[in-house]
């Protein structure tokens, strides 16, 4: 998760709040800048907050050794929000060649500590629990969207256990199931796009798509039958009370947060009434994750509550749905800029159907496809969603000769390590096959080694965790916070991009490749920008069977 994409954020929290205050506070507060006035709203809690954490800072610097160097900034309690808001990583990698890697900021308020590079990696990922806490950083944001006591609103142990049932969910065996519901899924959402040749909109495309295919495979078909009508409206509520503006205030009496309640209410019943039909109607032999939940017992014997189930499935619709569809829209828009891979691509997929482009795909076939397997990897390198990664420091932590004080959001940032110049080569160029043909970059070599290196490994509870944190490469995290949802995104990606590359011969930007779209910060995700025009051409159909005949 994001530390925060503040820039656009004062606008924001203006414009929900102008309207509900007093009207003569409206005239003067319309007046001011939304800088200020959402500085005015903060300043009381969070500037306690700072009092508090700059305490804590010099008490624990003159008694334990250096603090890390402060970025310089104009206006007090803001600090360097706007300019790294704008653009952070690019501000982050200049504030490391001035500062090196490891520096604060202030932030609305907030001491943010950033440590880059490998160690820096390794640093947050494999905090110690007693230094640095997830729980404390995420879970005024995440408890009123996902629910109570689970994930980061219970202890530790316990979140750990909770991964460990929903990666019992995630099983070969069920990923394998789940290949023939996502390409129909696909091809089926795809007759949208209507005739020969046309235009379309890929990021609405893909996220609708991408909700589709996380709830019928995990959710179950009872979620996903509901998709069209309630479920989506519900899901965007939640949406709503994931921004920015519920990071910074956990409380506002705002009607996208009263919808926020609302919806987690209505989603959370949604789950146990369809709990309650499966049991009443013995229907429980299903393969998603949410018969592995209704089915789960801690190791003291207690059983995961119906309650928890449902909180734990509103927690991975969260954790999965922007990761992924914004994941795929990288990619297809890499794609529609790169024909020359996006034709390499289609030679690979042909082969591996036999030349036969009717052959339904499997899971063992999406394993034979080293270019689109490489397509993601390379998407992710560029365009991780998740760009920064938060804990608050607990205890004093001495991280790269400084001490990082109490109270300190203490941040590493992959993104920053996987656009790194030093290690890759044309570090901002989408080369996927830089990640097949390694023999001679020992760098390459350095990282695939890292993924595979057991001698950091760990079991937090939820199954041993392979791989080495100090690296440049980690789009999925490490540790015990790593991400349980990778196999599943990558089933979900393939299936969704080959099913793609099958069916259209020629996807492009309709504006050419200039076209390509820019980062946006100001959400918890990194989003294109929207909206994204594809003109597309679909492959030549037999007349007989109606499945693509043409050869690449
Ligand atoms: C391309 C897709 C995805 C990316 C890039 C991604 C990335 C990440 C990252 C970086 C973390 C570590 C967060 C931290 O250390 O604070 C994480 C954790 C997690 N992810 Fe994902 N994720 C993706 C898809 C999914 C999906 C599909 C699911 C669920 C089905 C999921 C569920 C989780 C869970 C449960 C955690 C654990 C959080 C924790 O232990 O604190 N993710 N993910």
């Known amino acids: 998760m994001a530390t925060s994409q503040l820039a656009q954020l004062a606008a924001q929290v203006a414009d929900q709040v102008l309207p509900y205050l007093p009207e003569a506070v409206q005239s003067h507060a319309s007046n001011v800048s939304p800088v200020a006035l959402v500085a005015l709203l903060a300043a009381v809690p969070a500037a306690a907050a700072s009092l508090a954490a700059s305490a804590a800072s010099s008490s624990s610097s003159s008694r334990k050794g250096r603090l890390p160097p402060h970025v310089g900034h104009w206006v007090p309690f803001l600090g360097s929000m706007v300019s790294f808001g704008m653009r952070p990583l690019d501000w982050l990698a200049e504030q490391r060649k001035q500062h090196g890697d490891i520096f604060t900021f202030t932030m609305f308020g907030r001491e943010m500590t950033y440590v880059l590079g490998p160690d820096g990696n390794h640093a947050v990922l494999n905090g110690k629990l007693a230094d640095i806490s997830a729980e404390l950083a995420y879970n005024s944001l995440t408890k009123p969207v996902f629910g109570a006591d689970v994930v980061y609103d219970t202890s530790n142990p316990v979140f750990m256990e909770q991964k460990r049932f929903v990666k019992a ?43 589709m295919t996380a709830s019928r495979c995990l959710m179950g078909e009872e979620v996903r039958s509901n998709l069209d009508e309630s479920v989506a409206q519900l899901y965007h509520d939640l949406d709503q009370g994931f921004q920015p503006i519920n990071f910074l205030f956990e409380k506002l009496p705002l009607p996208a947060y009263r919808r926020r309640d609302i919806a987690q209410k209505k989603m959370a019943d949604l789950f146990l009434d369809i709990m309650k039909e499966r049991r009443a109607t013995g229907r429980t032999n299903n393969n998603d994750v949410l018969q592995v939940l209704m089915d789960a017992d801690y190791k003291n014997g207690t059983k995961l509550t119906d309650i928890e189930a449902a909180h734990l499935m509103i927690a991975l619709l969260m954790a999965g749905q922007h990761t992924s569809s914004t994941t795929g829209t990288w990619c297809m828009s890499f794609l529609a800029a790169n024909p020359d891979v996006f034709a390499e691509l289609t030679t690979e997929l042909y082969n591996e159907l036999g030349g036969d482009w009717s052959r339904p795909l499997d899971f063992d076939l999406l394993k034979r496809l080293p270019l689109l397997d490489a397509c993601i990897r390379e998407t992710l390198r560029l365009r991780s969603p998740i760009y920064a990664i938060m804990r608050k420091v607990v205890r004093p932590v001495e991280i790269m000769g400084h001490v990082v004080p109490a109270g300190h959001y203490l941040c590493a940032s992959p993104a920053v390590s996987q656009r790194d110049p030093e290690v890759y080569e044309d570090p901002m160029a989408f080369k996927p096959r830089r990640w097949l043909d390694t023999s001679n970059n020992a760098q390459m070599q350095k990282i695939l080694r890292a993924e595979t290196d057991m001698a950091a490994a760990e079991d937090f509870g939820f199954g041993v965790v392979g791989g080495s944190a100090r690296s440049n490469y980690l789009p999925f995290g490490a540790g015990r916070h790593r991400c349980i949802g990778e196999p599943f995104a990558y089933v979900q990606l393939k299936t969704i991009i080959a099913t793609l590359v099958r069916e259209f011969a020629t996807f492009e930007f309709v504006m050419g490749p200039e076209a390509f779209p820019k980062e946006d910060f100001t959400s918890m995700i990194v989003m294109p920008e929207k909206p994204i025009m594809i003109k597309y051409t679909r492959r030549e159909r037999s007349p007989l069977s109606g499945a693509a005949v043409a050869a690449p």
């Open 169 to 211: 969910g995630l099983s070969a065996e069920n990923l394998r199931s789940y290949v023939p519901l996502i390409e129909a899924e696909t091809l089926n959402y795809f007759t949208r796009w209507q005739g020969q040749q046309g235009e379309g909109e890929l990021a609405k495309a893909l996220a609708e798509l991408t909700i």
